[in-house]
């Protein structure tokens, strides 16, 4: 015979056990995050290399490589801002196909993430890049000789 208690761990036995797999349809996001994350470790030291060269040339009143960078800042400044507004129509879809709202449980903890101030300060600091990038371009490399 089974006591009362034995039957209810049963039950949690059976969850406990469901396999995981990363290559599910449901775990697409972890997968992207998994495979981005091991590319960092072996790219991250050529990458670092690469810039580190671009940087120099760039001091080196390089035009071609000053662009570069300034095509980067550029890049930083736009792409986040484009890839919100692109994946927020899908965002709310997937909500509205899980019948939950903005305001549920499980987004409480993403407002002290995505704090705004530090998007606004990050932005101010690409944007000075850009600026200080875009104007050695146009009025050349003495525009900040007077001041």
Same mark, same amino acid.
Request: positive net charge; hydrophobic residues 50%.
């Given at each position: 015979?089974?006591?009362?208690?034995?039957?209810?761990?049963?039950?949690?036995?059976?969850?406990?056990?469901?396999?995981?797999?990363?290559?599910?349809?449901?775990?697409?996001?972890?997968?992207?995050?998994?495979?981005?994350?091991?590319?960092?470790?072996?790219?991250?030291?050529?990458?670092?290399?690469?810039?580190?060269?671009?940087?120099?040339?760039?001091?080196?009143?390089? !035009?071609?490589?000053? =662009?570069? $960078?300034?095509?980067?800042?550029? @890049?930083?400044? &736009?792409?986040? #801002?484009?890839?919100? /507004?692109?994946?927020?129509?899908?965002?709310?879809?997937?909500?509205?196909?899980?019948?939950?709202?903005?305001?549920?449980?499980?987004?409480?903890?993403?407002?002290?993430?995505?704090? !705004?101030?530090?998007? =606004?300060? $990050?932005?101010?600091?690409?944007? @000075?890049?850009? &600026?200080?990038? #875009?104007?050695?371009? /146009?009025?050349?490399?003495?525009?900040?000789?007077?001041?």
């Amino acid at each position: 015979m089974t006591s009362p208690d034995q039957d209810k761990a049963q039950p949690q036995e059976k969850i406990n056990k469901q396999t995981f797999s990363l290559f599910a349809r449901h775990n697409r996001g972890l997968l992207l995050d998994v495979s981005v994350f091991v590319a960092n470790i072996f790219l991250m030291r050529s990458l670092t290399r690469y810039v580190m060269v671009l940087f120099d040339q760039a001091s080196n009143n390089d !035009p071609v490589a000053s =662009f570069m $960078l300034l095509s980067g800042s550029i @890049a930083m400044w &736009v792409l986040p #801002v484009a890839g919100s /507004v692109l994946k927020r129509w899908h965002f709310h879809r997937r909500l509205a196909a899980e019948h939950k709202t903005l305001a549920s449980s499980q987004t409480t903890l993403i407002g002290c993430v995505f704090n !705004p101030i530090l998007y =606004f300060c $990050l932005n101010l600091v690409v944007m @000075a890049a850009i &600026v200080a990038g #875009v104007s050695t371009a /146009v009025m050349g490399p003495h525009s900040s000789d007077d001041g």
